[in-house]
């Protein structure tokens, strides 16, 4: 991974004389260049990452991210985001782009990144929903123990899956992606994109916290809820519960294989 001040090099023959840097936490920082305060982040998913924000910002109507400044090996330069407090307004406006995001149409299962935070994922593309989520679920069960039950879950998903989809989906939307902007707007940050059921996202942001009402709200305006979806949200949470069941085990993989068994 490049170094602090190899990043800083670069980025100030890029962009322009760099300023005061801030940590924000592990290899994020905030920093000052070229007349502006951007946000650095380095990682190997740097490309993955704003190719995410690219295909996002191309769909209208969609939550806003954050505009790439540079993209390098493991290293990602984006804007930066003033935020403010949340409100009702920031939820309803999250419930509408959302729902945006997820109406236009996307040509097939998977594919986009190749991580989800610092978790490999298959970029592969599948014909369909089954087949999709059943690969990413049973690679990640092999690499947290977790096999026999989500092989259950996998051989049931024909008929546990909703219809719809693929949509473009975030990927990775749990609240700390989410930005309360004080321009009133609700962004997003560090997407993991893919083909993939609405409901996926909307499942992932529950996981974390509560999705409130208003948000729902404003969502089914836009694009209605498929009749029974409330039922599903721990469906579509066993991928990112299978995640952290990698990479932190623990509690996590419990409550990974609690879901499984739910569903196998």
């Not at 007349?35 to 993955?48: E, P």
């Not at 321009?183 to 993939?196: A, E, N």
């Amino acid at each position: 991974m490049a170094s602090s001040a190899n990043w800083l090099t670069r980025l100030a023959s890029v962009v322009g004389p760099t300023g005061p840097t801030r940590q924000l936490g592990g290899g994020v920082w905030m920093v000052s260049a070229g007349g502006r305060t951007l946000v650095a982040k380095l990682g190997a998913s740097a490309f993955d990452e704003a190719d995410g924000l690219e295909r996002l910002i191309a769909v209208p109507g969609a939550p806003p991210v954050p505009e790439v400044v540079l993209t390098e090996a493991e290293l990602l330069v984006t804007t930066w985001v003033e935020q403010g407090s949340r409100t009702p307004g920031h939820e309803e406006s999250l419930g509408r782009a959302l729902a945006a995001l997820h109406s236009a149409p996307f040509p097939h299962w998977g594919g986009g990144s190749s991580w989800i935070g610092a978790c490999r994922v298959n970029p592969s593309l599948f014909p369909d929903a089954a087949s999709f989520y059943g690969a990413r679920l049973r690679e990640l069960s092999t690499r947290c123990g977790l096999e026999h039950p989500v092989t259950a879950v996998a051989a049931r998903l024909a008929e546990l899956l909703p219809p719809g989809g693929p949509a473009l989906l975030h990927g990775d939307l749990w609240w700390g992606n989410v930005l309360f902007g004080a321009d009133g707007r609700t962004w997003l940050i560090d997407p993991s994109v893919h083909g993939g059921h609405p409901e996926e996202d909307l499942a992932m942001l529950a996981l974390f916290g509560s999705v409130p009402d208003r948000l729902l709200r404003a969502y089914a305006e836009v694009q209605p809820l498929s009749p029974g979806w409330e039922e599903r949200v721990a469906l579509f949470q066993l991928y990112p519960l299978l995640v952290h069941a990698v990479l932190f085990g623990g509690g996590y993989r419990a409550r990974a294989e609690a879901v499984a068994r739910r569903f196998a």
